[in-house]
């Protein structure tokens, strides 16, 4: 019982932060690891897929009652998503991802530069192209970080809302409620290929999912109220900490 609350615990701050700006993996999969020391990877990964996409679902639901989004150009993207997380799961079967784990720390912190730079970045919602163009673009966002969540995986949130700002003129907040749809779908296909391979806990999993949504409803209440600024300070944030961990396991660990 101890170890399930550790883990309602942390899913349910997961969860918040995950409807904010997404990250929530930083909080959680830990929290699994370090509660479950002897259990398989994979299963841990499953089973943290299990929980976060009930999150990222609910999330998507409340912000879209609350934010109007592109759905015509959001719902290829998402499929686009859902299929590069397939490849990107795929791929890592094939290939050892060790050379993009030193990479990403670097990477984090150049989105962190750039945003920090741009006083202005996401603080006021003017997409800046058509239809056609926004389809395509949020389409090659999709699949591009998509594969890297089936592949790697580590950031996926962030750098859903980071391109969506940069690319396309969304503030924060709408770029946020952007990736939770896109996020579902990349949740979605990991949750399919590892239940597929037998690697979810799924009595786990349901405690941590009722948790998540429960973090989630506030952390997306939250950023409603709070608006694109408040989204943009956790995204800071949220990527300093990134930077920190995952310079941690590909530098020192």
């Not at 949130?157 to 700002?165: E, P, R």
Request: proline fraction near 4%; include cysteine.
């Amino acid at each position: 019982m101890i170890e399930l609350l550790t883990v309602a615990l942390a899913s349910l701050l997961a969860g918040f932060v995950d409807a904010v700006v997404g990250g929530g993996g930083l909080v959680l999969v830990p929290a699994l690891f370090s509660t479950y020391p002897t259990a398989a990877p994979a299963t841990l990964f499953g089973t943290n897929k299990g929980a976060s996409v009930w999150g990222t679902a609910w999330a998507t639901h409340q912000y879209a009652k609350r934010v109007t989004l592109p759905w015509l150009a959001l719902l290829p993207a998402a499929l686009a998503a859902l299929g590069g997380s397939f490849c990107g799961a795929w791929a890592v079967t094939q290939v050892d991802p060790s050379g993009l784990r030193k990479a990403l720390p670097v990477i984090l912190l150049a989105v962190l530069l750039y945003t920090l730079a741009k006083k202005d970045l996401g603080r006021h919602h003017a997409p800046r192209h058509t239809l056609r163009a926004q389809t395509a673009i949020a389409a090659a966002i999709g699949v591009v970080i998509g594969f890297y969540d089936g592949f790697f995986g580590p950031g996926t949130g962030s750098f859903f809302v980071f391109l969506f700002v940069r690319l396309l003129g969304f503030d924060f907040l709408h770029a946020s409620a952007t990736a939770k749809l896109l996020n579902t779908a990349t949740n979605a296909a990991a949750l399919v290929l590892f239940a597929s391979k037998g690697h979810v806990w799924w009595h786990i999993a349901a405690v941590m999912a009722v948790a998540n949504v429960a973090g989630s409803l506030v952390g997306t209440r939250m950023a409603l109220a709070r608006g694109a600024g408040f989204v943009r300070g956790m995204f800071v944030v949220v990527v300093s900490l990134l930077i920190l961990k995952t310079g941690y396991d590909a530098f020192l660990r």
